[in-house]
């Protein structure tokens, strides 16, 4: 039975035995039992391994994590493992702060969804930025880091394993997340509901007059001189057997909020069919705007507090909430090869292009008549399936996937120009073949690819690199 009693006994158990340099060998449970206690009432944050989570989360329910790291791809491996490793009852509230990234869903499209173009340009300096610093209460204060040129601030493109639209993260975003039993009784607008609750009563502080839940399951907000509502937090869901995870934005204080719609905001929207799941468009706000990133970290940290205990109220309200056994900080040494192998290896394919890109969905481009020629396409898994090409004065091709020397990975196209007129095609024996030529031939009789054609491909498939 997981009970306070449970955990009691355990910790009073580490003491009977705390002197003895070994364990009698009746006891090989508590035994165990006691070392995973050791090393989460340890106020080493490198103590703690996430290996004991299983039996952990068995004897000690409910659970809070502070992550200190930035790195969404670490981040959401972390998550990910708290929701795969951790026993089937346990509830489990996590707290993580992102540095610059677009988050796709699992079956989103990022060109229907994101300006890439725009993202790898990255974003102007937070002008309030301050170092790094080990003064906060979980060491999440971060110096905005620059490109190597010192121009610009780096956007990850993320996509996340749980469904749901695309989200844009600083650090003005608080994310939560939280991980219950997958029972008859979950609801999609229970944990929204709870940080409405927390939020409700600091309204004043955060100048807006009314907070809720909208039929999306969005949190929206409203100001107390205007009626429009503005969407503050958003929500994804993921399901397993045995358990559900719903994890949600929260934009307290984000100092890149007016370059969001620009960012999520696809110039291949008029031409991409897609199959996958697509964005809602809704007005952004911040609870609160402060320029100072300390008043930042003041107003996260006490927004965090304020969940934390509606979290508490609702599952742990019989038991004390106590740092390193029930609530606990980690750091990013947990993803080291050495230390974690599920957690590198998730953060290794988060950060992989063939999880980036070549999991969209299959979906159709149509360029639109450009200058008397029109370009379309279709691609799956992001990769080029079919492609023609027509003119109005009558010139045609068409090239399938099995006429190009290799596979046309859409996110690492070095030339449309070269694509589209002809280049990397595949040299081929028979019938086929020859109509193949003859196709080319007529097309490059009869007109080119115009430059303003070529540069609306471009503007929506740019080549994707990793500075």
Same mark, same amino acid.
């Given at each position: 039975?997981?009970?306070?009693? $449970?955990?009691?006994?355990?910790?009073?158990?580490?003491?009977?035995?705390?002197?003895?340099?070994?364990?009698?060998?009746?006891?090989?449970?508590?035994?165990?039992?006691?070392?995973?206690?050791?090393?989460?009432?340890?106020?080493?944050?490198?103590?703690?391994?996430?290996?004991?989570?299983?039996?952990?989360?068995?004897?000690?329910?409910?659970?809070?994590?502070?992550?200190?790291?930035?790195?969404?791809?670490? @981040?959401?491996?972390?998550?990910?493992?708290?929701?795969?490793?951790? =026993?089937?009852?346990?509830?489990?509230?996590?707290?993580? /702060?992102?540095?610059?990234?677009?988050?796709?869903?699992?079956?989103?499209?990022? +060109?229907?969804? /994101?300006?890439?173009?725009?993202?790898?340009?990255?974003?102007?300096?937070?002008?309030?930025?301050?170092?790094?610093?080990?003064?906060?209460?979980?060491?999440?204060? =971060?110096?905005?880091?620059?490109?190597?040129?010192?121009?610009?601030?780096?956007?990850?493109?993320?996509?996340?394993?749980?469904?749901?639209? /695309?989200?844009?993260?600083?650090?003005?975003?608080?994310?939560?997340?939280?991980?219950?039993?997958?029972?008859?009784?979950?609801?999609?607008?229970?944990?929204?509901?709870?940080?409405?609750?927390?939020?409700?009563?600091?309204?004043?502080?955060?100048?807006?007059?009314?907070?809720?839940?909208?039929?999306?399951?969005?949190?929206?907000?409203?100001?107390?001189?205007? $009626?429009?509502?503005?969407?503050?937090?958003?929500?994804?869901?993921?399901?397993?057997?045995?358990?559900?995870?719903?994890?949600?934005?929260?934009?307290?204080?984000?100092?890149?909020?007016?370059?969001?719609?620009?960012?999520?905001?696809?110039?291949?929207?008029?031409?991409?069919? %897609?199959?996958?799941? #697509?964005?809602?468009?809704?007005?952004?706000? @911040?609870?609160? +705007?402060?320029?100072?990133?300390?008043?930042?970290?003041?107003?996260?940290?006490?927004?965090?507090?304020?969940?934390?205990? &509606?979290? +508490?109220?609702?599952?742990?309200?019989?038991?004390?909430?106590?740092?390193?056994?029930? &609530?606990?900080?980690?750091?990013?040494? &947990?993803?080291?090869?050495?230390?974690?192998?599920?957690? %590198?290896?998730?953060?290794?394919?988060?950060?992989?292009?063939?999880?980036?890109? #070549?999991?969209?969905?299959?979906?159709?481009?149509?360029?639109?008549?450009?200058?008397?020629?029109?370009?379309?396409?279709?691609?799956?898994?992001?990769?080029?399936? =079919?492609?023609?090409?027509? $003119?109005?004065?009558?010139?045609?091709?068409?090239?399938?996937?099995?006429?190009?020397? #290799?596979?046309?990975?859409?996110?690492?196209?070095?030339?449309?120009?070269?694509?589209? /007129?002809?280049? @990397?095609?595949?040299?081929?024996?028979?019938?086929? $073949?020859?109509?193949?030529?003859?196709?080319?031939? %007529?097309?490059?009789?009869? %007109?080119?690819?115009?430059?303003?054609?070529?540069?609306?491909?471009?503007?929506?498939?740019?080549?994707?690199?990793?500075?």
């Amino acid at each position: 039975m997981r009970t306070t009693l $449970s955990s009691a006994l355990t910790r009073l158990t580490c003491i009977s035995h705390s002197l003895r340099p070994t364990f009698p060998q009746s006891l090989p449970i508590f035994a165990g039992r006691c070392q995973a206690a050791r090393r989460l009432t340890t106020s080493s944050i490198r103590s703690w391994s996430l290996e004991d989570l299983p039996r952990v989360s068995q004897e000690t329910s409910p659970l809070i994590f502070h992550l200190t790291s930035d790195n969404p791809y670490y @981040n959401l491996s972390v998550e990910h493992y708290l929701l795969t490793h951790s =026993h089937p009852d346990t509830r489990i509230l996590l707290f993580y /702060t992102n540095r610059p990234c677009v988050v796709i869903g699992r079956n989103q499209n990022p +060109w229907l969804e /994101t300006d890439l173009k725009r993202l790898q340009q990255g974003l102007p300096p937070d002008e309030g930025r301050i170092p790094r610093t080990a003064d906060n209460a979980y060491g999440q204060i =971060h110096e905005t880091q620059l490109r190597k040129d010192g121009t610009a601030v780096p956007i990850d493109l993320v996509r996340r394993r749980s469904g749901g639209g /695309t989200v844009f993260h600083d650090s003005g975003n608080l994310n939560y997340s939280v991980m219950v039993p997958n029972s008859k009784s979950f609801k999609r607008s229970t944990h929204a509901d709870m940080v409405v609750r927390a939020l409700s009563s600091a309204s004043s502080r955060y100048q807006f007059a009314d907070i809720r839940v909208n039929d999306r399951n969005d949190i929206v907000m409203r100001r107390e001189t205007e $009626s429009q509502w503005l969407k503050v937090s958003g929500s994804a869901y993921k399901l397993t057997r045995g358990r559900a995870l719903h994890h949600g934005t929260l934009l307290y204080s984000s100092p890149y909020l007016d370059k969001i719609p620009g960012l999520l905001r696809s110039p291949g929207r008029d031409f991409i069919e %897609a199959k996958g799941v #697509e964005s809602v468009r809704s007005p952004v706000g @911040n609870l609160v +705007w402060t320029p100072n990133p300390g008043k930042r970290e003041e107003v996260k940290q006490e927004i965090t507090q304020s969940i934390v205990r &509606e979290f +508490w109220r609702m599952y742990g309200a019989d038991q004390e909430r106590r740092t390193g056994l029930n &609530e606990v900080t980690l750091g990013s040494e &947990e993803c080291a090869e050495d230390t974690n192998p599920d957690i %590198a290896s998730g953060v290794k394919e988060l950060m992989s292009n063939a999880w980036r890109f #070549e999991q969209t969905p299959r979906f159709d481009f149509a360029s639109g008549t450009v200058d008397g020629t029109a370009v379309a396409f279709q691609a799956n898994r992001g990769v080029l399936e =079919h492609l023609s090409l027509k $003119s109005v004065s009558g010139a045609s091709m068409e090239r399938a996937k099995s006429d190009f020397k #290799e596979e046309i990975k859409l996110h690492d196209v070095k030339s449309w120009k070269g694509l589209i /007129t002809g280049g @990397n095609t595949q040299e081929q024996n028979g019938q086929n $073949s020859i109509e193949n030529s003859a196709r080319n031939s %007529a097309w490059s009789e009869g %007109a080119d690819a115009p430059d303003a054609l070529v540069k609306r491909i471009e503007a929506v498939f740019p080549r994707y690199s990793i500075d």
